[in-house]
């Protein structure tokens, strides 16, 4: 029977390291398809069109929201952040597992939508750890910085929701960590019911 493909949401505080543990995992293996979002943030140094994100105006956004051209969408920190429907039908399709890296709003819509869905949360080893990767990454100004704390101890409150945490301390441990984690969930009753389904006809035509 032909893989199916899972859709797995990677949440977690600004600076917990998401970013660079999708890059090594997608880059470590090849049945993953990693989603690229679109959002109205400015890009940062280093990042590139259509590679970190698609980057819009507020008005190209709504549109998209109108068109019905994303999966799930929300705000962050004044801006909006979405993902776009086609890639990740496309690549379910082809039995690729889909990674989307979203805030917590967003990956408790997916969840309703695809119950089936992983939904993992990247923790650094401490707070204060993550505060020296976000100054460290050198990206924000220190009021954004702050912002994105205060949005930190916010979404501590919803961790419940996920399915596992990872730990990102020493990156290459995570990585594999998250791989193990994503393999044990195909072996999932839910994540099989055709599987089981055939097997259970099969197993009645003996009877008949
Ligand atoms: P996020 O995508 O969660 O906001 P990033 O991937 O941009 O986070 O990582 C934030 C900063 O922390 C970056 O400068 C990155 O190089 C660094 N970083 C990521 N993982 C680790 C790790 N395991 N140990 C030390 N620094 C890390
Ligand atoms: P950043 O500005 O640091 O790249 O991302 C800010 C937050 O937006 C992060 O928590 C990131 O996971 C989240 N995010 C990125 N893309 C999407 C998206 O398509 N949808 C939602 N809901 N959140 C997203």
Known sequence: M?????????????????GTLMKQLVHSYDNYALSVSMTTRNPRPGETEGKEYFF??????EEQIKKGGLVEYASYCDHYYGTPREYVEKQLEKGKDVILEIEIQG????KKQFPTALLMFVMPPSAEELKKRL???GTETPEVIAKRLRRAAEEAE????????????????CVEE???????????????????????????????
Do not use: C
Request: charged residues 35%; proline residues 1%.
């Open 2 to 18: 032909k893989r199916k493909g899972i859709l797995i949401v990677v949440s977690g505080f600004s600076g917990a390291g998401k």
């Open 56 to 61: 819009v105006s507020r008005q190209e956004f």
């Open 107 to 110: 990956a408790l819509k997916i």
């Open 135 to 137: 100054e460290g990454r």
């Open 158 to 173: 919803g961790i419940e929701n996920y399915d596992f945490i990872v730990i990102n301390d020493r990156l290459d441990e």
């Open 178 to 208: 998250m791989h193990k984690l994503i393999l044990a969930a195909h072996e999932t009753p839910e994540r099989n019911e055709d599987f089981i389904r055939e097997m259970r006809k099969e197993l009645e035509a003996f009877i008949q």
